[in-house]
């Protein structure tokens, strides 16, 4: 039997807004339709795929607390705001020590300087900002190669 990978992808405020949020910097894609397309892409790799997004940092913490029992192998966050504000998102994803790769839409070094600060990075597996929705699609191919190796 093949093995499973179990992935949970963690969307952070305000990208339930994609498909009308600053399209310009965006783009026009929405939400589920990313999400869709993952979990489609996510079945050819053997991947399952899990989502939260939710506009609350509380939530997101006690869905990372969580991924230990729901047995999650690897997590994909666009924190979006909370990167560079979430000192406790970072503790969240160290307590639980899973690995992750953190994605952004926008290529956050080339816009406001409060935004090249993130307090994940450093504990990523890998950084992929400014690919767009691509960027989501290429973590997950990262994934699927590093734990069917
Ligand atoms: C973002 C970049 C963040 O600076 C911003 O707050 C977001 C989205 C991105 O995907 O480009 O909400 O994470």
Avoid at 96 to 101: A, C, G, N, S, T
């Amino acid at each position: 039997m093949k093995k499973i990978i179990n992935v949970l992808l963690i969307n952070g405020p305000n990208l339930n807004l994609l498909g009308t949020r600053e399209t310009e910097i965006y783009g026009d894609e929405t939400l589920s339709h990313l999400v869709n397309d993952l979990k489609k892409r996510s079945e050819k790799l053997n991947i399952s795929l899990s989502h939260i997004q939710s506009n609350a940092e509380h939530v997101l913490i006690e869905k990372i607390h969580s991924s230990k029992k729901d047995k999650i192998n690897y997590i994909i966050i666009n924190p979006a705001a909370f990167t560079h504000t979430s000192i406790a998102i970072r503790d969240a994803l160290i307590a639980v020590d899973i690995p992750f790769i953190e994605v952004h839409i926008s290529n956050i070094y080339a816009r406001e300087n409060f935004r090249s600060h993130s307090w994940l990075s450093d504990i990523s597996k890998g950084v992929i900002t400014g690919l767009g929705f691509d960027g989501y699609r290429w973590a997950l191919e990262t994934i699927s190669k590093r734990c069917f190796l």
